[in-house]
């Protein structure tokens, strides 16, 4: 076959050595791709009823662990779609703040940032479990902790639409209310699967830290902002309204207005850290 | 030389048939539609791809069952729709980040065609992720007449936060999410088997709601 490259040497009509190498290795690295990169892999874990997503979605802020021999089948189309909409509430949060990020598009930092957790969270916890001797596998975990994702999803929802005049109150009931109880089902579950019980309590704090940590990650990185621009301009503290913040955005372009939201921002991040200082001592009082 | 030509095997029979005859079929229409097309007028291409991406947005517009948007694909509707959207999304920005503004919608778009691809394969369904950004642009066509609608109220001035204007746009823009929904659900439900058709619908879902939403955010730079 006359060809573009010389497949065949001019002389004896042989193939070239080179052309031999790079048809080995094409085909070599088609067989790698089609047994690791199928996506028939992943096919079993998304054979799922709605009514068991939704079963799943309920279950997962009751605080109850499982027994020994029952076998939580992982799925993943839970955890990937709550990882979804995580993202796009972050987004909406980030264009209510016209939170602008220099490197790499908006879009792409929500993604990044919650399958990045979601999956970085689950190895490390899979294998601080596999060193606490836990009977969980990898999958297992990710699609627990997947759905643990879904009190998040409704924190940060309930906290972006319903404005009050104690929305600083209103997110921190939210979050040890909600947050705990998702944290608590999953430090229940991960660790009714480990037998050494100095392990279980070291595995279900981490679990815990880890878990409501994120939560406070995503207030404060992407929340908060569009919170305090929504009260610093809207002026209106007891406005439950439909559409809060559609007129801010306007106004922030206003350059003598801006050094007053700065002031106003400072002064209400100054607030709300005393605040946190308070709530972290009295929970470490607590515990 | 003389042996190269003397037969192999001598057989005394003749008692095969040879067989004669052309290996180069007559050219008909099926063989040679690909090279036919690159020999017609330039015009006639231009009317006949025109043509197929509006009776694409009419499907889209006024959905029927028809196979057309998933079996003929092509992505000149949903670059013209989402080059729109992304121009009529464009708010004060600076220099610096206009580039990634601009980039924002096509970056979602995309995101939101991987998604629901690889989604629907893996709930068994068949279709490719060409299929679903074809379907996916060609559906936004409502929204993008109530994102127009949208701008044009905008320049309307009102004084208080919540007028009724907020609430006619925010109205204008559900009603198309609504519209684009059932459009899309026509054509990409039905490639799934009944009882999961909710599992495939929920990307499809948040992907238009994030977008409509992003409409309704936008307001003009003063």
């Given at each position: 076959?006359?060809?573009?490259?010389?497949?065949?040497?001019?002389?004896?009509?042989?193939?070239?050595?080179?052309?031999?190498?790079?048809?080995?290795?094409?085909?070599?690295?088609?067989?790698?791709?089609?047994?690791?990169?199928?996506?028939?892999?992943?096919?079993?874990?998304?054979?799922?009823?709605?009514?068991?997503?939704?079963?799943?979605?309920?279950?997962?802020?009751?605080?109850?662990?499982?027994?020994?021999?029952?076998?939580?089948?992982?799925?993943?189309?839970?955890?990937?779609?709550?990882?979804?909409?995580?993202?796009?509430?972050?987004?909406?949060?980030?264009?209510?703040?016209?939170?602008?990020?220099?490197?790499?598009?908006?879009?792409?930092?929500?993604?990044?940032v919650c399958f990045g957790y979601w999956i970085g969270s689950s190895f490390a916890i899979s294998s601080f479990s596999y060193v606490c001797n836990t009977q969980l596998s990898l999958m297992q975990i990710l699609s627990i902790n997947g759905y643990a994702l879904f009190g998040h999803c409704l924190v940060l929802f309930l906290a972006t639409f319903i404005h009050t005049s104690h929305d600083h109150f209103l997110f921190y009931g939210l979050w040890l209310v909600?947050?705990?109880?998702?944290?608590?089902?999953?430090?229940?579950?991960?660790?009714?699967?480990?037998?050494?019980?100095?392990?279980?309590?070291?595995?279900?704090?981490?679990?815990?830290?880890?878990?409501?940590?994120?939560?406070?990650?995503?207030?404060?990185?992407?929340?908060?902002?569009?919170?305090?621009?929504?009260?610093?301009?809207?002026?209106?503290?007891?406005?439950?309204?439909?559409?809060?913040?559609?007129?801010?955005?306007?106004?922030?372009?206003?350059?003598?207005?801006?050094?007053?939201?700065?002031?106003?921002?400072?002064?209400?991040?100054?607030?709300?850290?005393?605040?946190?200082?308070?709530?972290?001592?009295?929970?470490?009082?607590?515990? | 030389?003389?042996?190269?030509?003397?037969?192999?095997?001598?057989?005394?029979?003749?008692?095969?048939?040879?067989?004669?005859?052309?290996?180069?079929?007559?050219?008909?229409?099926?063989?040679?539609?690909?090279?036919?097309?690159?020999?017609?007028?330039?015009?006639?291409?231009?009317?006949?791809?025109?043509?197929?991406?509006?009776?694409?947005?009419?499907?889209?517009v006024i959905p029927r069952h028809s196979s057309t948007l998933l079996q003929q694909w092509d992505l000149w509707g949903p670059l013209i729709l989402v080059t729109t959207l992304a121009i009529l999304l464009q708010s004060n920005a600076t220099k610096s980040s206009a580039g990634a503004q601009f980039a924002e919608v096509f970056t979602l778009m995309l995101i939101g065609s991987i998604a629901v691809t690889v989604n629907s394969q893996l709930l068994g369904g068949?279709?490719?992720?060409?299929?679903?950004?074809?379907?996916?642009?060609?559906?936004?066509?409502?929204?993008?007449?109530?994102?127009?609608?949208?701008?044009?109220?905008?320049?309307?001035?009102?004084?208080?936060?919540?007028?009724?204007?907020?609430?006619?746009?925010?109205?204008?823009?559900?009603?198309?999410?609504?519209?684009?929904?059932?459009?899309?659900?026509?054509?990409?439900?039905?490639?799934?088997?009944?009882?999961?058709?909710?599992?495939?619908?929920?990307?499809?879902?948040?992907?238009?709601?994030?977008?409509?939403?992003?409409?309704?955010?936008?307001?003009?730079?003063?």
């Amino acid at each position: 076959m006359r060809g573009n490259q010389q497949t065949t040497s001019l002389e004896s009509g042989l193939p070239t050595v080179g052309s031999i190498v790079w048809a080995a290795g094409r085909t070599r690295a088609q067989q790698a791709f089609n047994l690791y990169a199928n996506l028939d892999y992943l096919r079993p874990y998304f054979d799922v009823e709605p009514k068991d997503v939704i079963q799943r979605l309920i279950r997962s802020l009751v605080p109850r662990g499982s027994s020994r021999e029952e076998n939580i089948k992982p799925e993943l189309y839970g955890p990937s779609m709550i990882a979804f909409t995580l993202a796009a509430i972050l987004i909406y949060q980030m264009k209510l703040s016209s939170h602008s990020v220099q490197d790499g598009t908006l879009i792409g930092t929500s993604f990044l940032v919650c399958f990045g957790y979601w999956i970085g969270s689950s190895f490390a916890i899979s294998s601080f479990s596999y060193v606490c001797n836990t009977q969980l596998s990898l999958m297992q975990i990710l699609s627990i902790n997947g759905y643990a994702l879904f009190g998040h999803c409704l924190v940060l929802f309930l906290a972006t639409f319903i404005h009050t005049s104690h929305d600083h109150f209103l997110f921190y009931g939210l979050w040890l209310v909600v947050g705990g109880l998702a944290a608590i089902r999953m430090a229940m579950v991960i660790t009714s699967r480990t037998i050494n019980p100095q392990y279980r309590v070291l595995l279900g704090l981490l679990i815990i830290f880890v878990h409501m940590a994120f939560l406070l990650y995503l207030h404060f990185a992407y929340h908060q902002l569009a919170e305090n621009v929504a009260h610093a301009l809207n002026n209106e503290p007891t406005a439950a309204v439909k559409l809060p913040v559609k007129p801010t955005i306007s106004i922030v372009a206003e350059i003598p207005s801006v050094k007053n939201l700065t002031r106003q921002i400072r002064s209400n991040f100054k607030n709300s850290s005393k605040i946190i200082s308070t709530t972290t001592l009295n929970m470490t009082a607590k515990a | 030389m003389d042996t190269d030509q003397a037969p192999f095997l001598t057989t005394s029979t003749q008692g095969i048939d040879m067989i004669e005859g052309d290996i180069t079929l007559p050219s008909n229409r099926t063989n040679s539609n690909e090279l036919s097309t690159l020999d017609e007028p330039v015009l006639d291409t231009i009317k006949r791809d025109l043509g197929a991406v509006f009776r694409k947005f009419g499907y889209a517009v006024i959905p029927r069952h028809s196979s057309t948007l998933l079996q003929q694909w092509d992505l000149w509707g949903p670059l013209i729709l989402v080059t729109t959207l992304a121009i009529l999304l464009q708010s004060n920005a600076t220099k610096s980040s206009a580039g990634a503004q601009f980039a924002e919608v096509f970056t979602l778009m995309l995101i939101g065609s991987i998604a629901v691809t690889v989604n629907s394969q893996l709930l068994g369904g068949k279709i490719s992720f060409f299929q679903s950004v074809c379907v996916l642009g060609y559906c936004l066509l409502p929204l993008l007449l109530s994102a127009f609608v949208n701008n044009i109220l905008l320049y309307i001035p009102t004084k208080s936060t919540i007028s009724i204007l907020h609430i006619i746009r925010f109205l204008v823009v559900m009603a198309a999410y609504a519209w684009t929904m059932y459009a899309s659900v026509q054509f990409l439900g039905q490639t799934q088997q009944p009882n999961r058709r909710m599992l495939v619908l929920y990307p499809i879902f948040l992907f238009y709601f994030l977008i409509a939403w992003l409409i309704i955010l936008h307001a003009h730079p003063k």
